[in-house]
Nanobody
Framework: QVQLVESGGGLVQAGESLRLSCAAS????????MGWFRQAPGKEREFVAA????????YSSASVKGRFTISRDNAKNTVYLQMNSLKPEDTGIYYC?????????????????WGQGTQVTVSS
């Protein structure tokens, strides 16, 4: 059974940076696309970024493009989300996810495994 464990969240001020990590275990990690989603209080879970199995293609939502970078290290079974120039509206719980099948990349329903989430809070 695949398990995903996020880390690296915290409380920062606007303009600062954080790097989130997601460690995968319990299965083969490299054949699958990985994504990051976030959920703010009272809002639906939203797509943040994704990276394909080889790491050659990445996707980012319009709200984070140019500020957040997703990457993966298949040797370490880890995916990262580097978040720069953080804004208060980036506040939320950030979830790592794994997608077993090809196809549409930004819908949460397309992902099969999820971590427990890590809290990111950005103060103004």
């Amino acid at each position: 059974q695949v398990q995903l464990v996020e880390s690296g969240g915290g409380l920062v001020q606007a303009g600062e940076s954080l790097r989130l990590s997601c460690a995968a275990s319990g299965g083969t990690f490299s054949p699958y696309s990985m994504g990051w989603f976030r959920q703010a209080p009272g809002k639906e879970r939203e797509f943040v970024a994704a990276v394909t199995r080889g790491g050659g293609t990445t996707y980012s939502s319009a709200s984070v493009k140019g500020r957040f970078t997703i990457s993966r290290d298949n040797a370490k079974n880890t995916v990262y989300l580097q978040m720069n120039s953080l804004k208060p509206e980036d506040t939320g719980i950030y979830y790592c996810s794994l997608k077993r099948f090809d196809g549409e990349i930004i819908g949460a329903a397309q992902y099969d495994y999820w971590g427990q989430g890590t809290q990111v809070t950005v103060s103004s």
